[in-house]
């Protein structure tokens, strides 16, 4: 309620803003000092979804939690997985196969387009926009199916391991059943991709989905009040961006050419061709732009993911019993290779002594492990740089001044989610 | 875009800083810079500033608590005998398994808290950790970077947060992450993994009442071991070994 002072005049008043609220983005809370529609102050309140998952590290042995990193950030669930794996690959020296490192190179991508849609849903129907939602959803569900081909789960896939990755690519995609709605000719356009091996299914995806993003952007790119809403919103300076530790679409929507897999390469971006798309004027509109031609360049990438893949098979993880359980075969005549399967799974690996910070280009940003080890089979410290924690801690900077609506807008174009940010 | 290695870069801070920084490392290709609390400041204004380094962005800033480096959770008794090989005896017990004054120094590590700080130059395409100890165990003070970088802003709420850790000088040092009323700070070693309480809603006194822990335990499920012998060397030397042939 407003006070109102003697002169009559109206002062500031306080404002809260979730944590239960639909453009909230899970559980974040904002605690608005506000003049009328004005935005003077903003105080995010967050650790809603603290889990302490750093802390849950150290008492669990390395590869136990691998399956964290997957719900921190549980719409890029396999980059942040990257990032954790490569930081114990660093401090053990071992390196995945180049098959491996093809396959963390695919799915990177295919979880950056998950995450983009799901961004883009999301975005546009905070801003209103409910259709966009149902889109990107649809392509949305045949890149789960993708995770749960090579994974069995969904989401929560634990697919990356240190020293390569859980199992090699399956020579068949999952297909829909038939079903009381879905039968007949349905079922049979439905499947059409789907004849062929996960890689056959992937081509096919991405040599589409450059159509499917035409058909978001004929749905917003041009939209007067899709427009209204984003441009000129939360201008961020490229030498604000890099004060306040951005990073990803939002540092390069402001004109930074900045992109680790470009900079500092891992996997096999080195070998890939793509582009980095570029903003010039930092606002909403343009980090949206910078998203939807980071999808078009992901699905680039994965075809010639695919196609050196389809070429060359090949091991997926690395012939080191310290860190790869050994084969079954090997165990039904090895005595050695059974202590070592039995070492594996129950005391798991030691890592020698040290610290890394291995970072990777996630979705959302830089999103980095600081590990620290001291010898032991546990990790004595993780830390994870989460990117949506530096972006979202910039909002006063960002939002102040403007009205209330923007900063919906400008939650959404963070890209926050709340795994990640609270962790 | 220039590209500085951090071979460079360490030798660049050393001929730069001279006395005013401590030990410079590369490991793992990363340039680690220890430095004093009281030269923190200073050494991060220039690593900002200096044509050499430009480090734009604080990336990343956490806090490290070291009680414990290197130790198992349950101590071997001495390795082989005739006997057999060494076996786990009781530790102390669980939770926190000892106080700072009954530590087992690490010669590594003389104090415990620490704030290690990620900085990152997009101009030389490269990055710097900086670690920085606090001189005082029981009141960790470390100062603070949010002169030097806005984004240390929320990374040293966290750290005092989790840590304790306190950041003279932070223009608004509340906690960050956990409850509302929360008491301790979570990430220390000697905190417990289960907490100190747990919340119920207390239908008699229609709210939720916070009590000592009860509902779970305190277990090991795996437990920790440090293996300091060679490993990975052997791993080597016994994949090119082809034991399987015997």
Same mark, same amino acid.
């Given at each position: 309620m407003?006070?109102?002072?003697?002169?009559?005049e109206?002062r500031s008043?306080?404002? !809260?803003f979730?944590?239960?609220?639909?453009a909230?983005?899970?559980?974040?809370r904002?605690?608005?000092?506000m003049e009328?529609?004005?935005?003077?102050?903003?105080?995010?309140?967050i650790?809603?979804?603290?889990?302490?998952?750093?802390k849950l590290?150290?008492s669990?042995?390395f !590869?136990?939690?691998?399956?964290?990193m997957?719900?921190?950030?549980?719409?890029s669930m396999?980059c942040?997985?990257?990032?954790?794996?490569r930081?114990?690959?660093?401090?053990i020296?071992v390196?995945?196969?180049e098959?491996?490192?093809w396959?963390r190179?695919?799915?990177d991508e295919?979880?950056?387009?998950?995450n983009?849609l799901?961004?883009?849903?999301s975005?546009?129907?905070d801003?209103?926009?409910?259709?966009?939602?149902l889109y990107a959803?649809?392509?949305?569900?045949?890149?789960?199916?993708?995770?749960e081909?090579?994974s069995g789960?969904?989401?929560?896939?634990?697919?990356y391991?240190?020293?390569?990755?859980?199992?090699d690519?399956?020579g068949k995609?999952?297909?829909y059943k038939?079903?009381?709605?879905h039968?007949?000719?349905?079922?049979?356009r439905m499947n059409?991709?789907?004849?062929g091996?996960?890689l056959?299914?992937l081509?096919?995806f991405?040599?589409?989905?450059?159509?499917k993003?035409d058909?978001y952007e004929?749905?917003?790119?041009?939209?007067?009040i899709w427009?209204q809403?984003t441009v000129d919103i939360?201008?961020?300076s490229?030498?604000q961006a890099m004060a306040?530790?951005m990073?990803?679409?939002?540092?390069r929507?402001s004109g930074?050419?900045?992109?680790?897999?470009?900079?500092?390469?891992y996997?096999k971006?080195?070998?890939?061709d793509?582009?980095i798309?570029?903003?010039?004027h930092?606002?909403c509109?343009?980090r949206y732009?910078?998203?939807? $031609?980071?999808?078009r360049?992901s699905?680039?990438?994965?075809?010639?993911?695919?196609?050196?893949?389809?070429?060359?098979p090949?091991p997926v993880?690395?012939d080191?019993?310290?860190?790869?359980?050994?084969k079954?075969?090997?165990?039904?005549e090895s005595?050695? $290779?059974?202590?070592?399967?039995f070492k594996l799974?129950?005391e798991?690996y030691?890592?020698?002594?040290?610290e890394?910070y291995?970072?990777?280009?996630?979705?959302?940003?830089e999103?980095?492990?600081?590990?620290?080890?001291?010898?032991?089979?546990?990790?004595?410290?993780?830390h994870?740089r989460?990117?949506?924690f530096?972006h979202?801690?910039?909002?006063?900077e960002?939002?102040k001044g403007?009205?209330?609506?923007?900063v919906?807008?400008?939650i959404?174009?963070?890209d926050?989610?709340?795994?990640?940010?609270?962790r | 875009?220039?590209?500085?290695?951090?071979?460079?870069?360490?030798?660049?801070l050393? @001929?730069?800083?001279?006395?005013?920084?401590?030990?410079v490392?590369v490991t793992?290709?990363q /340039?680690?810079l220890?430095?004093?609390?009281?030269?923190?400041?200073k050494?991060?204004?220039?690593?900002?500033?200096?044509?050499?380094?430009?480090?734009?962005?604080?990336?990343d800033?956490c806090?490290?608590?070291?009680?414990g480096?290197g130790?198992a959770?349950i101590?071997? @008794?001495?390795?082989a005998?005739?006997q057999?090989?060494?076996r786990?005896?009781t530790g102390?017990?669980?939770?926190?398994?000892?106080?700072?004054?009954?530590?087992?120094?690490h010669?590594?590590?003389?104090?415990?808290?620490?704030?290690?700080?990620?900085?990152?130059?997009?101009?030389?395409?490269?990055?710097l950790?900086v670690?920085?100890f606090?001189p005082?165990?029981?009141?960790?003070?470390?100062?603070?970077?949010?002169?030097?970088?806005?984004s /240390?802003?929320?990374?040293e709420?966290? /750290?005092f947060?989790?840590?304790?850790?306190?950041?003279?000088g932070?223009?608004?040092?509340?906690?960050l992450l956990?409850?509302?009323?929360f008491?301790?700070?979570?990430?220390r070693?000697?905190f417990?993994?289960?907490?100190?309480?747990?919340?119920?809603?207390?239908?008699?006194?229609?709210r939720?009442?916070y009590?000592?822990?009860? @509902?779970?335990t @305190?277990?090991?499920?795996?437990a920790?071991?440090?293996r300091?012998?060679s490993?990975?060397?052997s791993?080597?030397?016994?994949a090119a070994?082809?034991?399987?042939?015997?």
């Open positions: 407003a006070d109102q002072d003697q002169a009559g109206i008043y306080t404002m !809260n979730g944590p239960q609220h639909p909230a983005h899970g559980v974040l904002l605690v608005m000092e009328g529609e004005t935005i003077i102050r903003i105080d995010p309140h650790g809603l979804l603290h889990r302490g998952t750093e590290a150290e669990k042995p !590869n136990h939690s691998i399956g964290y997957d719900r921190l950030d549980y719409v396999m942040n997985e990257h990032a954790y794996v930081a114990i690959e660093q401090l020296g390196e995945a196969p098959r491996a490192q396959i190179t695919l799915f295919v979880t950056r387009i998950l983009h799901m961004w883009i849903g975005n546009a129907l801003l209103g926009a409910m259709a966009v939602f959803f649809r392509e949305r569900e045949e890149l789960m199916d993708a995770y081909c090579v789960t969904r989401m929560h896939a634990t697919y391991r240190p020293g390569g990755v859980y199992r690519l399956p995609m999952i297909q038939e079903s009381p709605w039968k007949g000719k349905d079922l049979a059409a991709w789907r004849e091996s996960l056959d299914f081509d096919a991405s040599e589409d989905f450059q159509h993003v058909e004929e749905l917003l790119t041009e939209n007067r427009k809403r939360g201008i961020v490229p030498e306040l530790g990073s990803g679409p939002m540092l929507a930074i050419e900045w992109d680790l897999r470009k900079k500092q390469p996997a971006y080195a070998e890939v793509f582009d798309p570029v903003g010039t930092g606002d509109y343009d732009l910078v998203r939807m $031609a980071e999808m360049q699905a680039l990438i994965i075809r010639q993911c695919v196609d050196w893949l389809k070429k060359h090949g993880m690395v080191n019993y310290k860190v790869a359980p050994p079954r075969e090997d165990m039904k005595m050695e $290779a059974l202590i070592h399967w799974f129950t798991g030691s890592v020698p002594a040290g890394t291995a970072a990777v280009e996630a979705p959302k940003g999103f980095g492990c600081y590990l620290v080890s001291d010898g032991a089979n546990k990790p004595f410290r993780v994870l989460a990117p949506g530096a979202l801690s910039s909002i006063n960002t939002t403007h009205m209330l609506p923007d919906v807008a400008m959404g174009t963070y926050l989610v709340f795994g990640e940010v609270d | 875009m220039s590209q500085t290695t951090p071979e460079q870069l360490a030798d660049l050393r @001929s730069h800083f001279g006395d005013a920084i401590g030990n490392r793992h290709a /340039a680690t220890e430095v004093t609390a009281g030269n923190l400041v050494v991060c204004t220039a690593l900002r500033d200096e044509p050499d380094f430009h480090f734009e962005q604080l990336t800033l806090g490290v608590d070291f009680l480096f130790e959770e101590p071997q @008794s001495d390795t005998t005739s057999g090989f060494g786990g005896v102390t017990t669980a939770p926190g398994r000892f106080d700072w004054g009954n530590r087992p120094l010669p590594q590590f003389l104090r415990r808290f620490a704030a290690t700080v990620h900085l990152l130059s997009f101009e030389h395409n490269v990055r950790r670690r920085c606090a005082e165990d029981a009141l960790p003070v470390v100062p603070t970077l949010t002169g030097v970088w806005p /240390a802003d929320w990374y709420r966290e /750290a947060d989790l840590f304790g850790i306190v950041f003279e932070h223009p608004d040092l509340r906690r956990t409850d509302y009323g008491v301790g700070h979570p990430f070693k000697d417990p993994l289960i907490g100190n309480v747990e919340v119920r809603y207390d239908p008699e006194a229609r939720v009442v009590e000592p822990v009860t @509902s779970v @305190s277990r090991l499920t795996v920790r071991v440090v300091e012998d490993r990975w060397q791993a080597q030397s016994e070994d082809d034991w399987k042939d015997n």
